[in-house]
């Protein structure tokens, strides 16, 4: 067997990768459009968003959300549960998200500090950032959101609400159960990209992230301040409606940026 030179061979891998994604740009291919099954990668430590002092950490990647619509009722009172979480004399210990960022996750993209873990099956491993970025986009102006709108979901009762740095939502019905869960299934299937908890995906709108263990009374007083703001939201906003989903960029868990408007192409939504 002929041996490629290190350098000749990255670059032919290059060049091939290249080749590849302009032709999926130009609608021309679609590599693995049926491969859903991820390879069982090595257990790896994940990095954290935050760092230990509470700035924000570098956590690039992409996904597929709902912004809250800051006209909605649920951001009105997201923002009064954030004026109480800065003023709850915790910030020692969480990092508080900024109400601009507020979202409910529709489909997981690629988190690169977790690649190791989940890939896209039609994507070299070591593909960068901005080449993965750019599939997954290109694959997405031809997807059909292929449902009505609104999305709409409920938060769940207060003793339900037992993660600290969110609240819980589930669909209001059946039917829109099954319509996110359809949704999230063709997702999967057209990016060839499907995470583990995928079937048991819990819907929910982060609100902070804890950097540093809470101490002595401090997870049971603020587990008492945390229910007691579900509970408002649940009284004041019981059902959130959600519009197009959009595929975004993000660098960090302040900002996420749209790239584009998932639409339906032959229902008006």
């Given amino acids: 067997m002929v041996s490629v030179p290190k350098s ?16 999926l740009l130009r609608g021309g291919a679609a590599l693995g459009a049926g491969g859903m099954a991820l390879a069982a990668p090595p257990r790896t430590a994940v990095a954290p968003k935050f760092h230990p002092d509470g700035s924000e950490a570098h956590w690039p990647g992409n996904s597929i959300i709902c912004h809250v619509d800051k006209r909605s009722d649920s951001f009105m009172a997201l923002l009064d549960i954030h004026c109480a979480l800065m003023r709850s004399g915790m910030l020692h210990r969480i990092a508080v998200l900024p109400p601009a960022s507020y979202h409910m996750t529709i489909f997981n993209g690629v988190s690169y500090p977790a690649r190791r873990l989940a890939f896209p099956t039609d994507v070299p491993p070591d593909a960068s950032e901005a080449f993965c970025n750019a599939w997954l986009l290109a694959k997405l102006k031809d997807f059909d959101l292929g449902c009505e709108l609104p999305l709409r979901l409920r938060p769940l009762p207060v003793e339900q609400q037992t993660n600290l740095y969110n609240i819980l939502f589930e669909p209001v019905d059946a039917a829109e159960n099954r319509k996110l869960r359809q949704l999230r299934d063709r997702l999967a299937q057209a990016l060839s990209y499907r995470l583990p908890d995928h079937d048991s995906f819990r819907f929910h709108v982060t609100l902070n ?10 997870e049971q007083r603020f587990r008492q301040l945390h229910q007691r703001l579900a509970g408002d939201l649940i009284r004041r906003a019981p059902v959130l409606e ?3 989903p959009e595929y975004v960029y993000f660098d960090g868990m302040y900002e996420f940026r749209p790239q584009l408007l998932l639409r339906n192409r032959g229902v008006p939504g």
């Avoid at 992230?209 to 401090?218: L, P, Q």
């Fill in 8 to 23: 000749r061979a990255h670059c032919a891998q290059s060049w091939s990768r290249r080749r590849a994604l302009a032709a």
């Fill in 209 to 218: 992230y804890f950097y540093s263990a809470m101490r002595g009374g401090e």
């Fill in 242 to 244: 959600l519009h197009n």
